[in-house]
C-alpha cells in the first residue's frame, strides 16, 4: 500500500508598511483675513510732497499660516497703478502699496511668498500728486489676497480713513454753563424761553478750515430739531435746555456747518437758555448735558 506524504506546511508573516500623509488645513487654524488697522484720521495739508508715506501698518500674521500652505502669491491689488508698485485709491491724489520686508509686492508680477521667508507685510498710504487731495472717507475693505497652491485665498483687509486737508485743535475741551435764576412764572405757554446765557468754544484752526458740528444728547420729546436737551438729573419739570449756535438753535444729531473759518485762534459764539415743554411746569433745579462733534472738511 502506498503512503502518500504531504509536504510540511511552511508559516510566514507578512508585514505591509503603509505611509500616510495627513493634509493639514491651509491656512492654519486661527489665521483667516489678515487686516490692516490704519489710523481713522488722517491729515494731509496741500504743502506735502509727492512720494510722502501717509501712513504704514505691519502686519505679522503671515509668519503663523501654516507651512503647508506653499506658493502664496499676492493677487487682486484694486486700482490702478500710478507709480512704482503704488496702485489708486477712491480719494484723488493718495495710494497704497504692499510690501513684504525689503520687497515690494505688485499684482502684475505675483511673486510667491515661500514659507521660510514670510516676513511681515506692511500697507503704505503715499501721496500720488501734488496740491490738494481728495478729501473724505478713503474706502476700507479687501485690498487685494493671497492665494495658495490649492486654491484657498487669505484676503488682506484694510480699515477706512478719513481724510482731512486742514484741521483745528480745540482749546475748551470741556464747558459749564450756569444758567441765570429765573423765576417759573415767566414760563407761560410751551416754547417759553429765558434765561439765555452766552459761553464759547475756542479753537485754533487752519487756513479756511471747513468745519462741520453736530451736536449730541437726549433730546427732549418732540424737540430734537429745536436742539432742546432733556434734563440729565434735577427736581424741575417742564423745562428743557435749548442749545443755538449764533443766536439759531442747532438741531440734535444734524450736521451743522459753518462757514470758512480764518486761520488762528477763532471763537465760535454759542448760547444756552431755558425751554418751556409742557403747559405747565414747577420749580426746581436741572442739568443737562451735551457734546459737540467738530467734523473738518
Known sequence: MATMRRPPLKWGIFIFLVSCKVATTCPADGVGPLTFNLPPLLVVTPD?????????VEQTAISTIDSTCEGLQIQGL?????????????????????????????????????????????????????????????????????MAANGTTIALNMSP??????????????????????????????????????????MTCDDSTRVAITLTGTSATDLADQGVLAPQTGTTTGIGIQVLFDNQPIPLGEELVLPDLPSGAVSLPFQARYYQTTDSISAGWLTATASFVFTYQ
Open 48 to 56: 506735502v510732497s509727492v512720494g510722502t508715506v501717509l501712513a504704514e
Open 78 to 146: 484694486p486700482g490702478n497703478l500710478v507709480a512704482d508698485g503704488i496702485y489708486s485709491t477712491n480719494l484723488k491724489g493718495i495710494g497704497y502699496r504692499i510690501w513684504q520686508g525689503e520687497t515690494l509686492l505688485t499684482g502684475d508680477e505675483r511673486p510667491i511668498l515661500q514659507a521660510q521667508e514670510r516676513k511681515p507685510l506692511r500697507i503704505q498710504l503715499v501721496k500720488t500728486a501734488s496740491g490738494v487731495t481728495g478729501i473724505g472717507t478713503l474706502t476700507g475693505g479687501t485690498y487685494g489676497s493671497l
Open 161 to 202: 480713513v478719513f481724510v482731512s486737508a486742514t484741521t483745528c485743535t480745540l482749546t475748551t475741551p470741556d464747558i459749564y454753563v450756569t444758567l441765570n435764576i429765573i423765576n417759573s412764572n415767566h414760563f407761560t405757554a410751551v416754547g417759553k424761553t429765558g434765561g439765555d446765557t452766552p459761553f464759547a468754544i475756542a
